[in-house]
């Protein structure tokens, strides 16, 4: 139960709502699945319609699918606004949507850097705006940003999503800083290294890569995305009403193995 001097995220009475980007598939599909499963009325937002309907027809009624490419800029102030429209409100927002770009670093062109700080980090700074004049409103809400184990030590090839990832984590603290004491709290999930389709092809076909990942997380295997789903109910939870500016590592130690 919460205090009088530390409100829950979600108005009293009313069904919390919450926007997942990237929700129609991996890490993103997991949070939704969680959410969902704690009566949380969840949109998920991506490009590919086909991906986020055959999402909605898994995850069941609480799920609602809405494209929107995160990285076209302008439109997400109208992508917010029509959901406050239908909703009312937004009371949690997970920034998941992300891309990568495996490149050696002098073959990375500027267009390549920016389109990866484009999507993984000016539209998390966007969406984060636009939802937070909501929530600024009624005083509460949770923001969540997904990090990586690329803003925790430095990966090899991956330079524009280090940069963003780094920049996430710095963002987050500015974000908590300035928002939590008008009742936003604002952290990151870092994930470490989760089975996905993703993770699996690039892993499976790189031996000495998988052998060198599982040797330097002390426990031993690889997350599963429902792991990150998890952290993120925590977070967005009453659970967690006194964690804010938190960069949480979800990663069988990995950030910290040898």
Same mark, same amino acid.
Do not use: W
């Given at each position: #139960?919460? *205090? ?16 997942? /980007?990237? &929700? ?7 949070? /939704? ?8 009325? /969840?949109?998920?937002?991506?490009? +590919? ?16 699918? %809405? /494209? ?12 917010? +606004? ?8 937004? $009371?949690?927002?997970?920034? =998941?949507?992300?891309? +990568? ?7 990375? !062109?500027?267009? $390549?850097?920016?389109?990866?700080? @484009?999507? =993984? ?19 509460? &809400? ?5 990090? *990586? ?21 710095? #963002? ?10 008008? &009742?936003?709290?604002? =952290? ?9 389709? !993703? ?7 790189? @031996? ?14 690889? &997350?599963?995305?429902? $792991? %990150? ?14 964690? @804010? ?14």
């Amino acid at each position: #139960m919460s *205090s009088k001097n530390s409100p829950p995220d979600g108005a009293a009475g009313d069904k919390r709502v919450a926007i997942v /980007t990237g &929700g129609g598939s991996g890490i993103g599909f997991a949070i /939704t699945q969680k959410f969902v499963c704690a009566g949380i009325e /969840t949109i998920i937002a991506g490009r +590919n319609q086909k991906k986020l309907s055959q999402a909605k027809e898994k995850l069941g009624p609480l799920c609602h699918a %809405i /494209t929107c490419d995160v990285s076209h800029l302008a439109s997400i102030p109208g992508f917010v +606004n029509n959901i406050i429209k239908k909703f009312g409100h937004i $009371d949690i927002l997970v920034n =998941n949507a992300g891309i +990568n770009m495996k490149k050696d670093f002098c073959e990375v !062109m500027d267009e $390549d850097f920016q389109q990866v700080i @484009t999507t =993984n980090l000016t539209a998390v700074f966007v969406m984060s705006r636009e939802v937070a004049k909501n929530m600024l409103k009624k005083k509460s &809400g949770c923001i969540i940003n997904i990090s *990586s184990m690329a803003a925790q030590y430095g990966l090899p090839k991956v330079i524009a999503y280090s940069a963003s990832k780094t920049a996430i984590d710095g #963002m987050t603290r500015a974000m908590a800083v300035e928002l939590s004491p008008k &009742g936003i709290r604002v =952290n990151a999930i870092a994930p470490g290294f989760i089975i996905t389709d !993703m993770t699996d092809k690039a892993l499976n076909s790189d @031996t000495e890569r998988k052998e060198k990942v599982l040797s330097r997380t002390p426990m031993g295997y690889m &997350g599963l995305p429902s $792991d %990150i789903g998890d952290a993120a109910l925590f977070l967005a939870s009453d659970a967690a009403k006194y964690i @804010t500016g938190v960069v949480l590592p979800v990663d069988g130690g990995n950030s910290i193995g040898f």
